[in-house]
């Protein structure tokens, strides 16, 4: 359940009263209940005394969002690249070259990085190996960084994103000569 207005006013309530010295002003309050509208009220109020529980000063949103953050991260982990290699591994001695839709990964992250890779992994020569490895590294970590930087902005950013891409996309098309029917 997302936060609302007066469950983001409890959580300033709460936070002020921490902070007995702190003035807790209507802007405040009104600029928290923006920022944190789209966040889940019961992440909000966790991340509100973790933050109180760590700092002399009253929480930024910045604070704030650095905690929840913390806690999405650990309730669903990216799995790091070694793991990725591991499950790739598991799966080509499992299925084998000729099977990749009998393949199971846990994360459609490590799916989609071990597609690219799945040739090289089944057909690797020993000596091969490394370098492989390391550029299986490489690009799941790139991919891994943008996912984390994608659950890291709030959901009115990733809209927008979306739209300026559809319109990139758009332009594309009518400067290659396809159709304009948008």
Known sequence: MMATPAEVMKVCAFMAACYPNFKL????IDSYSDLFADT??????????????????????????????VI???ANPIPDHT?????LMREVRRVGFMAWS???FTSELIRDVAKIYWRDACMIDLDQLPT????FRDSY????GRQQQQRTMLPGTNALIKQLT??????????????NNE
């Open 25 to 28: 002003q209507k802007a405040t």
């Open 40 to 69: 889940d009220a019961e992440i909000l109020a966790t991340a509100a005394k973790q933050s109180c529980r760590g700092s002399e000063y009253f929480p930024t949103p910045a604070r704030l969002f650095a905690a929840i953050d």
């Open 72 to 74: 999405q991260a650990t």
């Open 83 to 87: 793991q990725a290699w591991d499950e």
């Open 102 to 104: 009998e393949t199971k």
């Open 132 to 135: 492989v490895r390391a550029q």
């Open 141 to 144: 970590n790139a991919r891994a």
């Open 166 to 179: 559809d319109r990139l996309d758009v332009s594309k098309r009518l400067l290659s000569g396809g159709d």
